[in-house]
T-cell receptor, first 115, second 114 residues
């Protein structure tokens, strides 16, 4: 199993450009998540999905959109990139929870710079 | 509401000496608690987790943590540091029932010198 894979690894955008960060997992997990990590900070949840066709906002959703058409894929779309979106983006997945405490599996991250 | 405070942004130890990374939490619910490790330019990996079972939790690579409800703490320890332990460590809290959203601390960078 590859686990959680993310592409690209690095990207530089100009202000106002758009892009899609790709995330795929091969563990048949129902739950998927997008986080951003700013320097010296913990991870902040952007969006999450509890299954195909179902998404919801996290703590910091402004400027982003997501879709979940399949169990495996959970792309994150940035529209009109701004310097404040310079960050490292992590995708994660977990098995459906019965009682909480399930481990989240993380991808290697995408380092995005907006100039 | 839930929150996590990691009391040290940086911890420096010598190889072979004990490691202590401190974490206090606040939670309105019975919590699940986790420690994740992030090596440079890598994703996060789970070290260990507490989910209302045994209060002393053993994880990978010789790490362990003790849940102390009276002190609202979940400190991470290791008896003897190895050079490969140098990384960023995150303490994380979530609910232990229902759908979980993870709340991350700001991280502690562990430096290990020879």
């Amino acid at each position: 199993n590859a686990g959680v894979t993310q592409t690209p690894k690095f990207r530089i955008l100009k202000i106002g450009q758009s892009m899609t960060l790709q995330c795929t997992q091969d563990m048949n997990h129902n739950y998927m998540y997008w986080y951003r990590q700013d320097p010296g900070m913990g991870l902040k949840l952007i969006y999450y999905s509890v299954g195909a066709g179902i998404t919801d906002k996290g703590e910091v959703p402004n400027g982003y959109n997501v879709s979940r058409s399949t169990t495996e894929d959970f792309p994150l779309r940035l529209e009109l990139a701004a310097p404040s979106q310079t960050s490292v983006y992590f995708c994660a997945s977990s098995y459906s929870v019965g009682y909480g405490g399930d481990e989240q599996f993380f991808g290697p991250g995408t380092r995005l710079t907006v100039l | 509401a839930q929150s996590v405070t990691q009391l040290d942004s940086h911890v420096s130890v010598s190889e072979g000496t004990p490691v202590l990374l401190r974490c206090n939490y606040s939670s309105s619910y019975s919590p699940s608690l986790f420690w994740y490790v992030q090596h440079p330019n890598k994703g996060l990996q789970l070290l260990l987790k507490y989910t209302s079972a045994a209060t002393l939790v053993k994880g990978i690579n010789g790490f362990e943590a003790e849940f102390k409800k009276s002190e609202t703490s979940f400190h991470l320890t290791k008896p003897s540091a190895h050079m490969s332990d140098a990384a960023e460590y995150f303490c994380v809290v979530s609910r232990n029932t229902g759908f979980q959203k993870l709340v991350f601390g700001t991280g502690t960078r562990l430096l290990v010198s020879p």
